[in-house]
């Protein structure tokens, strides 16, 4: 089975916001007002920030300034646990994946993560005028199911999927082409967009690949070890 | 025994049994109800468009110029990639290029041609149509050249590599007139300047990040800002992880930022001191004698004394050097500790290669010839160790070759009016400069008559030092063309805007810039143009037969297009490739050998104009010495030169003239490009990056100014205070956020805020520093005054 | 259909505990439409949140969960009120708990409605409430709330409604000169409850079991509400105190409450005699006996927390003894513990004006002490970073709402006391023993009753 | 399928809990309306008997 996992390396990492911006446009998170981001409100997927000083130390030994933020798919992941209605739930490919035709909007699963990767619509998303036309028309749909990029109602929340729908896409492709589906094949747009080359994705149970062999560096570290989460997003600190 | 193991096991059974009809039951039951509300879960899929393209592009959203791949489904731009193939980006972009379909699809953007009615600031437009404007502007410009005035025409623009800058030069050739005035002398001319000076190339110099053990940045922003950020972030993952041996990275800079932080060592240095660091550390270099000594006795001029053909014995570099800036000196002038100098002298001559980079925008920009000269001395860094065009040095940037322009058709009026002066007085009132855009308003209120100007990606209003001068300009000048996409704060005040489609919908080239070899990638359509817009070179072109006679013959294309494919036709492949592929290029940087042909034909002295051409890097500046050798030191000395003699011509230190006294103005004011939004005006109202633009404090969508949190706290400023930043020039009001990566005496003010144009999401939001920057030009180069304004900070 | 002679218990306060339910005065009316306007301009501003989201509130990232939540929790602790007096008391044999189990009961009931419109109206999308069921995961907290609440308030109502079935019938048989549907719903209601001493043996009986039920499950509500907040890793929340500390904090408020409520029906109805002042002091000794335990959870809480000195925990400490938080805390701690145990111990004495203030104090200090649990943590959540440092201020959406809350709260209550006797008459009443000889003459009645109809039948019959 | 198993879905999988929802309340109204009834019917039978005398 595969198990998906990114490295992203810290070293590398400029805090250029490419891997924000392109979630946005790959999964067509919203614009917010001035005045919902002042608040807090802004949606982003990724998201990418300074260390404060005294956390420098605590979160990666001192030797990262700025931290990238996607979703941890962590393999034991506190916001599908707490979910009533299993809007939220990991899939056999170690994907934690939102369902935002079944979410209630109770937010238990927002409060619930420790890293805080969890987004809620407070208003219905929306474009101003011709906006509305770079959206992305991929959209994962099924009976009473909406995930990845699919507009999304207000009052929902939602969060990095590994850009799922991609991996829908390339499998697709893949069986278009009439060949096997290689890992290789898929990759998340801030994978694919990181200014500095440093996210590499792939299957971590797959000792040969890249983020294994990374997640062997002696510069790895995940977020939160001690929460117990298990992330399958594996940083690399600086040095 | 037995029987009591029976019995047991049917009371097992029996339990199991009930948990298992238990569990039973509530699967049924909860099947049951969910299909009462007919829910059952059923395949899952991806539902996507129905057609869907690939189509290449270039960006246009910084000066990198990196190669995209646009996925246009069903009609309509929905996402950009890095283009892989491209060398700059290497299938990466920045969030600025993953935000351009919110440029493309702006609602803020202009529709059609316009036409003003009323007075210059009456706001008020008409529609016009394009063979309307076409006869209006060929209709001014023949009235012109009818006058014998070809020369009151005059072009600013910004952003235009490949073939459009010389296409414009070409147009204002054939109409006579020499102002073409660029928008270089607002950043990147006084690097260029500084190379012309000492290597004799007039471009800026190529940094081999990936090969190279020991960056020493002064002041370049590498990972935000500057010429080619993009391209600087690929070099320094490369440097930081791509190979065996970890790169060292030094930010010398008042402010930290990203550059700071990602840097093993961050050298907080008094602003505008950069030239005496730089020289203090040569000072040990050359004390301790670990510089390249093939390199500077056999392809330097000007290192020892030496006698000139003036027979008088000059001064070189050397004992200049050993004289005046040994590190206890240096740290009296820069707030470097000698010892930190001492050390990094070492690390930096004991590292090969090595190398010093300069800084783009901003740094270099003093008001006097500080900034220059500061350029000037951190190249001379560079060639002490030997590292010029040495893998992981500083390379030589190469460009594609284009077929000659066929000639220009004899034209009387034309060659009289270009032999007039410049009306930015660039190689006139300024003897060293090339282009002095922000001068160009205050020559015109000097009277210099402007009759037609057009604006080409440039907004001088909000975008020059103290920019409100050029509405005062604006006034004196009767006839106004903007090309501007978005109605600007500049465009407001032309009398026709002509809107040029985004760069997502236009036939452009870019030179690859920045790895040294050539390359060329192509801008195309990637989807039909939304509106009636028309590519200003296409216009001109139409213009040029309006007018026609020998104006028209200097085209002889029927659109820019047909140009472009003539002017690349001998970059090695075919069109339909370059086109399919979106960028073509040359890869494999050919180092020469010192002293061989091609590095005297490319690499050294190539530019240099009035001095010799022999392959040799001016510790001493030949060049600058010969362009100022008719001005007596007097003359030199009421322009605003800080020294005399021979130390004018040797890089050196001279102390910044603030505008502002600094008991009175504590801070200088330092006004920087963010990553976020970049330098363009137009990604202001891109909602997206305003979002994101105050990553590193936590602000979105406004503007902020960083102070120190120590010293702010000393004065009694708190985080998030509103206060007003006061200059000598006017004064303002934001946000104060408090950060510890700068030194105490500067304040710094992120740039592409405070816009009063262009759209809702830049309009009124924050505050523009440049508006209080002094706006004086730098007597010698027309430079732009950047870095020399003080300001005081007290609350709101 | 006979109608047969319904046995009712003697209780000399009978006249003054039925007073309030034959007279609706003019000051109700005015009471019930002030408390209809709140609940109107709840309900419009709730209209705004449904129609624009949830965006109208002061919520925010990482402040998830606000002031609807503080109700909740507020609502629910309040709930327990009741459940304690009647249950708890009742199990521990507390005979002077009986004047007073109705009203405290009552509370119960309708702070049940109010906690679950506090949570619906804290949810994104409420039309999909019935997903909980339908899609629900027993793994979810979540889902033991529901459950847990959801058989709180269900065995509350039957609870209640149980314990008010003889004096629903009394009320039916009694009470004349009201209107004749209110009448017909006494009739209904009482479920032809005739108070044979078997039927009243077996009401005590069930009574009783259920107190035990009902004890067990104010310990599961409180604490699996408590939960919510447990079960995730959150800094301030992830502690096996904070079950025990939700409910003696509940139990807390709740008795408060019922010395206010008591205070005021006393005062409103009249009702000195049947709720006298030994009643109060009771329930004062419970308040310091709460008051200390309730500080005792707090020093140790805190304490541990503090000994630990893990970083993220100590974010959220320090939010609430410095930081921002600090003044509601400290203001909170001062309500709760200081002023009201000054107030008990000094003052409270024999004096039932002091001991509402109190009561009052506690309240407000409960409901700030919920707030101070919920919102600091997600104001630090552990993955901290300048972005995520939360800000929250309620709108007045929330405010509306929460009022409303409120209101609705009082108005259920105010009419329920015009309708229905707030103090239990057969509780209160002196024997539920017939004697023999009223037993007899009953019989008799009945007899002769059944004799004459039945000539009256054969009377008719012959007519024919 | 091994009862371990068992027991994790009925933990994690959507509906069961839902279902144990509906089941406590059915159940726990089964016992009260019962128990209702029951006290109700305190006496009945001396009553019945009275009846027919």
Redesign the interface.
């Known amino acids: 089975m595969t198990k998906w996992s990114m490295v992203i390396d810290l070293d590398k990492c400029v805090a250029c916001q490419g891997c924000s911006m392109a979630c946005r446009f790959e999964n067509n998170t919203p614009v917010v007002s001035p005045d919902e981001a002042a608040l807090g409100r802004s949606i982003f997927w990724n998201d990418v920030f300074p260390l404060r000083s005294e956390e420098e130390s605590a979160i990666a030994s001192g030797q990262a300034k700025f931290l990238t933020r996607p979703c941890m798919h962590c393999e034991d992941p506190p916001c599908t646990k707490v979910c009533p209605v299993g809007a939220t739930y990991q899939d056999t490919e170690g994907i934690v994946r939102q369902n935002y035709t079944r979410c209630i909007g109770c937010r238990l699963c927002t409060v619930a993560c420790p890293y805080g990767v969890r987004y809620f619509n407070w208003y219905e998303p929306t474009w101003e005028e011709s906006l509305e036309r770079h959206l992305t028309p991929d959209q994962i749909e099924g009976r009473a199911v909406s995930e990845g990029p699919s507009i999304r109602p207000k009052g929902v929340v939602e969060k990095c999927t590994f850009c799922v729908h991609r991996l829908f896409k390339e499998r697709d492709r893949a069986a278009a082409e009439e060949r096997e589906f290689r890992t290789e094949d898929f990759v998340p747009a801030c994978v694919q967009t990181c200014t500095a080359k440093s996210r590499y994705f792939g299957d971590l149970d797959n000792p040969n690949s890249t983020v294994s062999q990374l997640a062997q560096s002696r510069r790895a570290f995940r977020l939160l070890e001690e929460a117990g989460t298990h992330p399958k997003i594996i940083y690399l600190h600086e040095g | 025994m037995g029987s009591n193991k029976s019995l047991s096991r049917r009371v097992f059974l029996k339990a199991a049994g009930g948990v298992v009809g238990a569990s039973g039951a509530l699967a049924v039951g909860s099947n049951l109800l969910r299909s009462l509300l007919q829910e059952n879960d059923g395949p899952v899929y991806l539902r996507t468009s129905q057609e869907e393209e690939i189509i290449s592009t270039v960006c246009l959203l910084c000066p990198s110029g990196c190669g995209m791949l646009g996925r246009v489904a069903d009609g309509n731009l929905v996402k950009l990639e890095g283009n892989p193939m491209h060398p700059i980006n290497l299938g990466a972009l920045c969030p600025k290029g993953q935000a351009a379909p919110e440029l493309l699809y702006n609602p803020d953007r202009l529709t059609g041609p316009l036409k003003k009615i009323g007075s210059r600031d009456s706001g008020e437009w008409e529609p016009i149509t394009w063979d309307d404007a076409i006869r209006v502007v060929a209709g001014k410009l023949t009235q012109l050249r009818e006058n014998g005035q070809p020369e009151r025409a005059a072009i600013l623009y910004g952003e235009t590599r490949g073939q459009m800058r010389q296409f414009l030069e070409r147009f204002m050739a054939s109409i006579g007139s020499p102002n073409v005035i660029s928008h270089d002398s607002l950043n990147i001319e006084a690097a260029k300047l500084g190379t012309l000076f000492t290597q004799g190339i007039y471009d800026l110099p190529v940094y081999d990040l990936e090969n190279s053990n020991y960056i020493l940045s002064f002041g370049a922003n590498l990972l935000e800002a500057g010429r080619t950020p993009q391209r600087m972030v690929s070099g320094h993952s490369y440097l930081r992880q791509g190979r065996a041996v970890r790169g060292k990275v030094i930010l010398i800079d008042p402010r930290q930022g990203i550059t700071g932080g990602k840097a093993d060592e961050w050298i907080p240095i008094k602003p505008g001191t950069d030239a005496a660091l730089a020289l203090g550390i040569a000072h040990v270099i050359i004390r301790t004698g670990r510089f390249d000594t093939d390199f500077v006795h056999n392809y330097s001029f000007g290192f020892d004394d030496f006698v000139g053909e003036d027979r008088t014995l000059h001064k070189g570099f050397k004992s200049y050097v050993l004289e005046n800036y040994d590190p206890e000196r240096v740290e009296m002038i820069t707030g470097v500790p000698a010892t930190t100098i001492t050390r990094i002298a070492g690390e930096f001559s004991g590292n090969p290669p090595a190398i010093a980079v300069l800084p783009g925008k901003g740094g270099l920009l003093n008001g006097n010839l500080n900034g220059m000269s500061a350029a000037m001395a951190i190249l001379s860094l560079n060639a002490l160790v030997g590292s010029l065009e040495t893998p992981g040095g500083v390379l030589t940037q190469r460009y594609v070759t284009c077929p000659d322009w066929p000639e220009m058709p004899n034209d009387d009026v034309a060659e009289r009016g270009r032999q007039q002066e410049r009306a930015d007085g660039a190689g006139t009132l300024f003897p060293l400069g090339n282009h002095a855009y922000q001068a160009v308003a205050d020559r015109v209120l000097d009277g210099y008559p402007i009759e037609a100007l057009f604006l080409y990606d440039a907004n001088p209003i909000y975008e020059a030092p103290g920019g409100g001068r050029f509405k005062d300009a604006f006034e004196k000048i009767p006839f106004i063309v903007s090309f501007a996409t978005f109605l600007d704060e500049s465009a407001n005040y032309a009398d026709l805007i002509l809107p040029e489609p985004t760069f997502l919908e236009r036939w452009q080239d870019d030179y690859i810039e920045g790895l040294g070899y050539p390359g060329v990638g192509l801008r195309q359509p990637v989807v039909e143009p939304l509106f009636d817009t028309m590519n200003t070179g296409d216009f001109l072109i139409r213009v040029t037969k309006e007018i026609g006679g020998s104006v028209s013959k200097a085209f002889p294309w029927d659109n820019y297009k047909s140009l472009l494919q003539e002017r690349l036709s001998n970059i090695g492949t075919g069109w339909e490739t370059l086109q399919e592929l979106g960028v073509w290029l040359i890869p494999g940087y050919h180092f020469s050998r010192r002293g061989s042909e091609r590095w005297v034909d490319e690499v050294v002295g190539k530019d240099r104009k009035k001095s010799p051409r022999d392959g040799r890097f001016d510790f001493y500046s030949r060049e600058l010495y010969c362009l100022l050798e008719e001005k007596n030191d007097d003359l030199l000395a009421a322009m605003g030169a800080g020294v005399s003699g021979d130390e004018l011509f040797l890089p050196h230190y001279e102390a910044v003239v603030y505008q502002g006294d600094e008991k009175e103005f504590p801070f200088v004011l330092n006004v920087v490009t963010l990553m976020s939004l970049g330098p363009y005006s137009y990604a202001a109202n891109m909602p997206s990056l305003q979002e994101i633009s105050g990553m590193v404090v936590g602000e979105r969508w406004g503007s902020w100014m960083e102070m120190n949190d120590e010293y702010a706290h000393k004065l009694g400023f708190h985080d998030k205070d509103q206060v007003w930043i006061e200059s000598p020039f006017g004064r303002l009001q934001t946000k104060l956020r408090l950060v510890k990566g700068m030194r105490e005496d500067i304040v710094n003010i992120p740039h592409n805020q405070g816009h009063t144009a262009i759209g809702r999401w830049a309009k009124d939001r924050g505050v523009n520093g440049l508006e209080i920057l002094n706006p004086a030009s730098e007597p010698f180069t027309g430079l732009a005054s950047y870095t020399n304004t003080r300001v005081k900070v007290y609350k709101a | 259909m006979v109608r047969?002679r319904t046995f009712h218990p003697e209780n000399v306060h009978e006249e003054s505990i039925l007073a309030p339910i034959y007279k609706i005065s003019s000051k109700d009316l005015l009471l019930w439409s002030g408390l209809l306007i709140i609940l109107g301009v709840g309900a419009y501003a709730y209209f705004q949140q449904l129609i624009?989201?949830?965006?109208v509130t002061?919520?925010?990232?990482?402040?998830?969960?606000g002031v609807y939540i503080t109700n909740f929790v507020f609502f629910i602790g309040l709930a327990h009120s009741g459940t304690f007096i009647s249950a708890i008391l009742r199990l521990a044999g507390a005979e002077w708990r009986k004047p007073l189990t109705r009203a405290a009961e009552a509370i119960t009931l309708f702070s049940l409605p109010f906690a679950v419109a506090s949570?619906v109206a804290?949810?994104?999308?409420?039309e999909?409430?019935?997903?909980?069921?339908?899609?629900?995961?027993?793994?979810?907290?979540?889902?033991w709330d529901?459950?847990a609440v959801?058989?709180y308030m269900?065995?509350s109502v039957?609870f209640f409604y149980?314990s008010l079935?003889p004096d629903i019938a009394l009320i039916r048989d009694r009470i004349t000169g009201i209107p004749k549907w209110q009448h017909r719903m006494y009739e209904i209601l009482s479920?032809?409850?005739?108070g044979?001493?078997?039927?009243?043996?077996?009401?005590e009986k069930?009574l009783d079991w259920m107190a035990i039920f009902m004890t067990m499950l104010v310990v599961t509500v409180h604490t699996v509400v408590s939960w919510?907040?447990g079960?995730?890793?959150?800094p301030g929340w992830h502690t096996a105190l904070i079950g025990p500390f939700f409910l003696l904090g509940a139990i807390y408020s709740g008795t408060a409450a019922v010395v206010i409520v008591l205070a005021i029906l006393r005062r409103v109805y009249q009702m000195e005699e049947a709720l006298p002042i030994d009643l109060f002091n009771s329930l004062r000794k419970l308040l310091i006996v709460f008051s200390l335990g309730w500080i005792y959870m707090m020093i140790a809480e805190f304490l541990t927390i503090f000994y630990g000195n893990i970083?993220e925990e100590m974010e959220v400490f320090w939010q609430k003894f410095t930081g921002d938080f600090s003044v509601i805390f400290w203001g909170m701690t001062i309500l709760v513990f200081i002023i009201p145990l000054f107030i008990l111990i000094v003052k409270g004495k024999n004096n039932i004006r002091w001991m509402v203030i109190a009561g009052v104090l506690i309240n407000i200090g409960m409901w700030l002490e919920r707030y101070v649990v919920i919102v600091p943590t997600?104001t630090r959540?552990?993955?901290?970073?300048?972005?995520?440092q939360?800000?929250y201020r309620p709108t007045w959406v929330e405010w509306a709402i929460t009022l409303a809350l409120f209101a609705g709260m009082i108005l259920l209550y105010a009419i329920f006391t015009r309708f229905f006797p707030i103090i239990p008459l057969w509780e209160t009443a002196e024997s539920l023993e017939e004697d023999e000889q009223k037993v007899a003459t009953r019989?008799q009645r009945?007899?002769g009753q059944?004799i004459q109809s039945r000539i009256k039948k054969e009377h008719d019959h012959a007519n024919q | 399928m091994p009862i371990s198993e068992l027991i994790r879905s009925f933990f994690v999988t959507s509906g069961p809990g839902g279902v144990v929802v509906v089941f406590v309340i059915v159940i726990a109204a089964t016992i009260y309306y019962l128990l209702t009834r029951w006290i109700l019917a305190g006496g009945g039978e001396e009553q019945d008997s009275d009846r027919f005398n």
Request: aromatic content about 12%.
């Open positions: 047969q624009s989201g949830l965006g002061g919520m925010n990232r990482p402040i998830y969960w949570i804290d949810m994104g999308r409420p999909l409430v019935l997903n909980m069921v339908i899609y629900g995961r027993f793994q979810s907290p979540l889902i529901i459950t959801s058989l269900f065995s039957v149980l079935l479920l032809g409850w005739q044979r001493s078997q039927q009243y043996h077996r009401l069930v919510v907040f079960m995730t890793i959150q970083p997600e959540p552990r993955l901290l970073y300048e972005l995520a939360g800000v019989r009945i007899f059944r």
